[in-house]
Each structure stands twice: as structure tokens, then as C-alpha cells.
């Protein structure tokens, strides 16, 4: 039987801070992605969480609800190395650790428990190892497919070992509400309850078929899940499940076009690199606006064909934004993403065309000078003109 095993460091950028300074041990810590005023909250230690305070809240909200916190900027540098040194511990214990942000990790432990006795007693033994090499705390949670091993770690936070059984699906996840199911997000939980379906439980004893019908392929996806589920057992899918995203938030609001479409073509400038870096292309494209009372948008666009350069993303882009953004209403925040990535789709079918390979070595040359000068080396004139509009967060 499969075996994953999915290890979630403890507020991880603020444990780190802790550990790093012991006077913070104890006390609530915040770290924020800066200190200025429309700065949001990256991470909070469980001191600061028992005020109310946690990631993504505006700082000045979490300055109101804890003033006696210790606030800190993101030192994101810093995390990443520790978090180099997470992947190697966990190497030690299986060959196949998908690390799927800075500080999580599943772990295909299939087969490999028995050196250990069991995947309980893996476990243990992974956490004794964190602790031992980076002195951090983690959750691990353990399961036979990935949304069982990360429903595990959530339901065991902070430093918990929890190995959820198929069987024990009815006992532990069924009395859950429904948005405390991974991938199941605020507005999605409010659709939900609308539906008249507030726990897993509730969930789980509809009928498929008519959830399906409620809510398309997406509610055959939920029902599996709230049955324990998951047809991904150990590494996801590359290239079709990823996405890649950017976003900038302004110092002060943006109404005007040209900034906005600067800043636009900005930001699609830098996700083209990150595609070409990857040899990737994209079928879909995203973006996201937040106006100045927080009201967030998203709007997306799949594709006929897989777009790789800046202009072609930009052009779909600045199309989306245009419908989302109406009469010069003032935004906080723009970020343009892509999906629905295709492996190697740009080297080799791209070089057809005259133009296309100019553009290509452009490119290339622009992500050369980048890599060797930094992100600030190279930038399209109309980008430079709005820069003084941006904090510089991403
Ligand atoms: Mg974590």
C-alpha cells in the first residue's frame, strides 16, 4: 500500500526568528513582508495566533490586535536556506521528497517505514532529525495518498504526528466544517452551506452524482475527498497541476491605465523568464485585482495554444484586466499568473518563425543579463516609468 508522509514546519518564518534570537522564544512574533502601511502579514508564531493575528492580514490590523508583538520583516533569503537544509534531513529518510513550498514537503515513504517500524515510528524519527539539525519544530502527517497525509498535518499543528487511516476517515475528518478540508477555500465553503452541506460528514453522505450536477467535475473531486480519496498517490502530475504567478502591491492606489498596463507588462516579463527558465509553456492565463476596499478579482482565460513570451501572455493579460477594471476604479494590487504548463513546449516549436526568434534571443539575452546582474539589470522602459508606484514586493 502506498505510504506519503507530508511534513509542514511549524510557522515556520517566525519559528525561524525565534530560534535565531531567543529572547523572542515565548513571546508573539510577527513577520511582515515589510513594515510600511499597506504591508500583509507572512507569518505569525503561535503566540501572536492566540490574538487573532495570521498570514496574509494587513499589518496595521495585526498591530491593533497585538500591539505587543515583535514585528519583523521577512528575511525570504535567509528561510530558503534553511529550508535547503529541511530537504537534505528529509532526503535522508526517502529518495522521493517533493518539496511544495518553502516549508512543506510530501515524502513517498512507500517502503521505506519498516527501517523505522512502522511509519509512526518513521515519523518520530524524522521529527527527532529536524529537531536535531535545524532545532525547529514540524507536524508530520501520514496517510496512504496525499490529501490524507496533509489532512493529517493540519489536523495535528503545532509539532503533531498523526497517521489518518482510510479507516478512520468517519472519526476524524467527518465532524470537520467543510472549509477545513484542503482545497476547499471561503467562497467555495460559503457555496457550500448554501447547498446545505456544512461538514465533510455532510459531504460525504450526499449523493455524487448530485453534486456533480452542482457543481460540475469539482463536486465528484469534493465527494471523493470527503470519502478520503485521492487518486494521487505519490508524485502529482508535473506539468498540467502547476502554475506559476507574480504580483506587485502599490504603495499607494493606481488608477491610471498606463501605470497599471506598465506594470502589467512588468510582471509578465518576469513570468516569462521564470517559464523559460523551466522550458515550460502555458495554455492558460490569469490575473488578479484587489481595489482599494479590498475587494479582490480573479479572471482567467485557457488558451488554444500555449503562449511562452512576454507580449503573448501580456496581450491576453492586459485583455483580462480590461474587463475586470472598470472607470479608473483605484487598484491596491495587480498579479498576472499562468497555468496548465506544458514541458519543453517552447524551445524547439518557437524557432519557426523570423520575428519569433529575434524575440527569442531578446529573451534570452535579457534572462543572461538577469541572472548574472540581478532583477533590476534589465527592465522595459515603460516598467521603469512606474516603479516609484510599487513597494517592491512580489
Ligand atoms: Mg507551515
Not at 500500500?1 to 526568528?17: G, K, N, Q, S
Not at 513570451?309 to 498576472?336: K, N, S, Y
Not at 548574472?372 to 517592491?392: I, K, Y
Request: with cysteine; charged share 30%.
Amino acid at each position: 500500500m502506498p505510504l506519503i508522509l507530508h511534513v509542514d514546519m511549524d510557522a515556520f518564518f517566525a519559528a525561524v526568528e525565534q530560534r535565531d534570537n531567543p529572547s523572542l522564544k515565548g513571546r508573539p512574533v510577527v513577520v511582515c513582508g515589510g513594515l510600511g502601511p499597506r504591508s500583509v502579514v507572512s507569518a505569525a508564531s503561535y503566540e501572536a495566533r492566540r490574538f487573532g493575528v495570521h498570514a496574509a492580514m494587513p499589518v496595521t490590523e495585526a498591530r491593533r490586535r497585538c500591539p505587543e508583538a515583535v514585528f519583523l520583516v521577512a528575511r525570504h533569503r535567509h528561510y530558503a536556506q534553511v529550508s535547503r537544509r529541511l530537504r537534505s534531513v528529509l532526503e535522508e529518510f526517502a529518495p522521493d521528497v517533493e518539496q511544495t513550498s518553502i516549508d512543506e514537503a510530501y515524502l513517498n515513504a512507500t517502503g521505506c517505514d519498516h527501517l523505522w517500524g512502522g511509519p509512526v515510528g518513521m515519523a518520530k524519527a524524522l521529527k527527532q532529525r529536524v529537531r536535531a539539525e535545524l532545532d525547529l519544530t514540524c507536524s508530520v502527517g501520514i496517510g496512504q495518498n496525499r490529501f490524507l497525509a496533509k489532512m493529517a498535518s493540519s489536523l495535528c499543528k503545532p509539532d503533531g504526528l498523526l497517521h489518518l487511516e482510510s479507516h478512520r476517515v468517519p472519526e476524524l475528518l467527518w465532524p470537520l466544517a467543510v472549509r477545513r478540508l484542503c482545497g476547499v477555500g471561503q467562497k467555495t465553503a460559503e457555496r457550500l452551506e448554501r447547498l446545505g452541506l456544512r461538514t465533510v460528514g455532510d459531504v460525504a453522505r450526499a449523493d455524487p452524482g448530485w453534486l456533480e450536477a452542482a457543481l460540475g467535475t469539482w463536486g465528484r473531486w469534493l465527494w471523493e475527498r470527503a470519502h478520503g480519496r485521492d487518486p494521487v498517490t505519490g508524485r502529482r502530475e508535473k506539468p498540467t497541476e502547476r502554475s506559476l504567478s507574480h504580483e506587485v502591491t502599490f504603495t499607494c492606489d493606481v488608477s491610471d491605465p498606463e501605470a497599471i498596463r506598465a506594470t502589467l507588462l512588468g510582471l509578465c516579463d518576469r513570468l516569462a523568464r521564470r517559464l523559460r527558465k523551466a522550458k515550460a509553456a502555458a495554455r492558460a492565463v490569469f490575473v488578479k485585482l484587489r481595489f482599494a476596499d479590498f475587494h479582490t478579482i480573479t479572471r482567467s482565460r485557457t488558451l488554444g495554444h500555449a503562449v511562452v513570451m512576454t507580449e503573448d501572455i501580456f496581450l491576453v493579460a492586459w485583455d483580462l484586466v480590461r474587463q475586470g477594471w472598470a472607470a479608473r476604479r483605484p487598484l491596491r494590487l495587480i498579479g498576472v499568473g499562468v497555468s496548465g504548463l506544458l514541458e519543453s513546449g517552447w524551445q524547439i516549436s518557437w524557432l519557426d518563425d523570423e520575428r519569433q526568434r529575434a524575440k527569442e534571443r531578446l529573451a534570452l539575452a535579457t534572462d543572461l543579463l538577469r541572472d548574472r546582474f540581478g532583477e533590476d539589470a534589465v527592465e522595459r522602459a515603460a516598467v521603469l516609468l512606474v516603479r516609484g508606484h510599487q513597494d517592491g514586493r512580489r
